[in-house]
């Protein structure tokens, strides 16, 4: 009782600090974002832009698909370039040129040596001077600036409309022709580009680093690496060892359990079976549709990578352009993963009470409709949103917000925190009579009551930005629903409901159990909240972001240096009993956890965590890479196996097709692990050495991207993708065909 307490007290001091430290940081981004001047004028007066376009600009981007066509200091798609990379690597390759030209009659990559690096301080001297006047909110430009300004809103007009001259780059680029429709919208959306171009290379005030800390990579504009990104990632790797081997220490000193007597028979035959436990089934049909859907998405967003204005010589592109497709393909992921294990806790709450609450199947059946809802409406109003069918007020309500993850519009996000409070309170009821008896299990309850209400309010971080809200402030509450909710509260929520499921198997002892997720949670979250931070890094943040990111992203995966025990245990406790032989395939689908734990949230994860790293390779094909193998490998491959271990219970007497769900198990790993190294990594690779020797600029341009070996890499993946795919198939024929014996069985026993 004396360690639980002290578990207990560590378990509230992590999250107190953690979160105080957060919101003082988020306090200090509110004050040093980026400024949006009231306008941009020229030295002679001329004004450039207002603040209303730049803002309306913001919108419009988001309209289009956002970070989803391309990305903006690094956050978003990958097919399209960086338009804060491009922007200003055109802006200066245009005012150097414009200098050579006068100075020297000649263009600039035709100067020698000196005459270019004189050049480029003059240009350096022009861009990097912070010319923002606080008192009068308004920003002043050279002359030459507006030229640059006049060219480059000529050319992304050229591309963003119909101009022939781009169709190649459009194909490139997966852009659809008029993805823009009107002149004035498209001024607005490069007053937009031009602010978020501004802020990377513009100094902040008494500082000799941008806003951006010098992101993206640009030697023509003296955008190199600082020595606080070598500092810091240096002491986030000293941290990581260290803590690694106090880690190792305490886990060596504590030994193994203490052995007990496992059951003779499987201890949930006897489970009462409430009404709604019954109604999880239908939750598990979706889950598997949307996972088709899911993978079918998937396939056509990666395809638009060598074919961007169609599918194998079909023009899709003008009804379901890359945006829409992409969008869907990563929303889809949250969707059907949440589900999953939505419907784990809707199975495990009443099973513990052995009885149904009032209006409990009531709770279910609309929550499971408001679901639905939610899922078809928010993904046609990104449709309609995209395809520019919607004002830029309605957009943000019903359309597209144009954030990776929280693209869904303003009502649906509403909608959805709703629907979580509600399945809050379908949890919450089943239990509270357990709780009352102050059973053996209250702590562990008490825990999986924590991340149940941790999932249901964490997402209202997404109600924190507003339609016009500064791009640096948005990102900051991005980010607490990516990284907080997604793999925050949602990775406790697991190890919560994993534990609890080994108890009721008599696998694990309660006590045991209790002890081992309160360290696991305090472990992960010592970490895993200021880890937010490394996501900051280059967005408009203040220097100590950066400084706090290193360190305790670091400390993200020192716990998952020892997640080999934990796949060894669960293996171990897959050949304990003879029974257990039926729950052989759930636990292999932990292991599976625990091995993608380590490989994809753990090592290809951290090498692009550290300062130095990410400020050459943010925005590159190691972000997939690390988001695949992360969130499929573990949050997917977790609701599958919580998904097997509910369907094992509700359908006791049927025996299972082990063939089918070898093949499913297998595929969907192998598949996986090919998608990664034979396409994800080499073109990660080959990106990161081009963004060193070039800048990021270079690294995702359709010039390196379209090479003929890089497309090679592209369709490489194909062969990860069908072996994936038949994984995907075979998961959703297993859970049907289990429906349908059910139904036979039944019909027979009448």
């Not at 378990?11 to 306090?27: D, E, I």
């Not at 638009?304 to 992921?333: C, M």
Request: hydrophobic residues 50%; charged residues 15%; glycine residues 8%.
């Amino acid at each position: 009782m004396k360690r639980e307490k002290k578990l207990w007290i560590a378990f509230t001091l992590v999250m107190t600090v953690s979160f105080a430290v957060l919101g003082y940081y988020g306090y200090e981004i509110y004050q040093q974002a980026p400024p949006v001047p009231k306008q941009i004028i020229s030295d002679s007066g001329k004004v450039i832009f207002s603040e209303d376009e730049i803002k309306d600009g913001q919108n419009i981007w988001q309209s289009i698909g956002g970070q989803e066509v391309g990305s903006i200091w690094g956050h978003g798609a990958y097919v399209a370039p960086d338009w804060t990379a491009d922007w200003l690597h055109r802006e200066a390759v245009f005012i150097l040129n414009k200098y050579s030209k006068e100075d020297f009659g000649k263009e600039f990559n035709d100067l020698d040596e000196e005459k270019q690096a004189a050049l480029k301080i003059r240009l350096q001297k022009d861009v990097r001077t912070n010319r923002y006047d606080e008192k009068s909110q308004t920003l002043t430009i050279s002359e030459n600036r507006v030229e640059a300004i006049q060219y480059l809103s000529k050319y992304y007009e050229g591309l963003f409309t119909n101009d022939p001259k781009f169709d190649k780059l459009r194909n490139d680029y997966a852009i659809p022709k008029n993805s823009i429709k009107e002149e004035a919208r498209m001024h607005k959306m490069n007053a937009f580009f031009f602010w978020a171009t501004w802020a990377t290379v513009t100094q902040r005030p008494d500082s000799d680093i941008s806003y951006t800390h010098n992101w993206p990579s640009d030697d023509l504009v003296g955008n190199k690496a600082t020595k606080e990104l070598l500092a810091w990632s240096g002491v986030s790797i000293i941290l990581l060892i260290f803590s690694i081997g106090i880690l190792v220490f305490y886990h060596a000193k504590s030994g193994e359990d203490e052995e007990f007597l496992l059951p003779a028979k499987d201890p949930i035959i006897n489970q009462g079976m409430t009404p709604s436990m019954h109604l999880i089934k239908k939750y598990f049909w979706v889950v598997s549709l949307l996972m088709i859907l899911q993978m079918a998405l998937g396939i056509i967003t990666a395809h638009y990578g060598v074919e961007g204005n169609g599918l194998y010589g079909i023009p899709i592109d003008q009804i379901l352009p890359y945006a829409v497709t992409r969008t869907w393909h990563t929303q889809l992921a949250i969707f059907w993963i949440a589900t999953a294990w939505l419907a784990t806790g809707l199975y495990i709450a009443p099973a513990v009470s052995g009885k149904d609450p009032k209006f409990q199947c009531f709770g279910v059946n609309f929550l499971f409709i408001a679901l639905l809802i939610i899922v078809l409406g928010s993904m046609a109003g990104q449709w309609f949103g995209v395809m520019q069918k919607l004002n830029l007020v309605q957009n943000f309500w019903f359309g597209h917000q144009g954030y990776e993850y929280v693209d869904l519009g303003r009502f649906w996000q509403i909608f959805l925190l709703v629907g979580l409070f509600l399945w809050l309170a379908l949890m919450i009821r089943p239990l509270i009579p357990i709780l009352k008896k102050k059973t053996e299990e209250k702590n562990l309850i008490i825990l999986f009551l924590i991340s149940c209400t941790a999932i249901a309010m964490f997402y209202g971080a997404g109600l924190m930005w507003g339609r016009q809200t500064n791009l640096a402030i948005a990102e900051y509450w991005r980010w607490w629903v990516v990284h907080l909710w997604v793999e925050g509260f949602f990775e406790v929520f697991a190890t919560v409901v994993i534990a609890f499921l080994f108890v009721r198997l008599g696998l694990l002892k309660t006590k045991t159990a209790t002890l081992n997720v309160l360290f696991a949670t305090i472990i992960f979250m010592s970490g895993g909240i200021l880890g937010t931070f490394h996501h900051l890094y280059f967005s408009g943040t203040p220097t100590a972001i950066m400084a706090l990111g290193a360190s305790f992203s670091a400390l993200e995966v020192v716990p998952l240096t020892l997640i080999g025990f934990e796949a060894y245990q669960n293996y171990k406790l897959s050949k304990s009993t003879q029974w257990i032989i039926d729950y052989k395939w759930p636990i292999y689908f932990m292991i599976a956890v625990a091995f993608w734990n380590f490989l994809g949230a753990g090592v290809f994860g951290f090498i692009i965590n550290p300062p130095i790293a990410l400020y050459y390779v943010q925005g590159l094909n190691t972000t997939p890479l690390h988001a695949h193998t992360a969130l499929f490998g573990v949050y997917g491959m977790l609701g599958i196996g919580l998904m097997l271990f509910v369907l094992r219970s509700l359908y006791r007497n049927i025996t299972w097709n082990e063939k089918l769900l070898k093949i499913t198990f297998w595929s969907l790993n192998i598949g996986l692990f090919l998608m990664a190294v034979l396409s994800l990594l080499p073109i990660g690779i080959w990106q990161a050495i081009e963004s060193i020797d070039h800048g990021m600029w270079y690294a995702r341009s359709s010039e390196l991207m379209q090479q003929p070996a890089m497309i090679i890499l592209k369709w490489m993946r194909a062969i990860g993708d069908s072996v994936f795919g038949t994984g995907i198939i075979t998961t959703a024929w297993f859970v049907f065909d289990l429906t349908l014996k059910n139904r036979k069985n039944n019909n027979n026993n009448n």
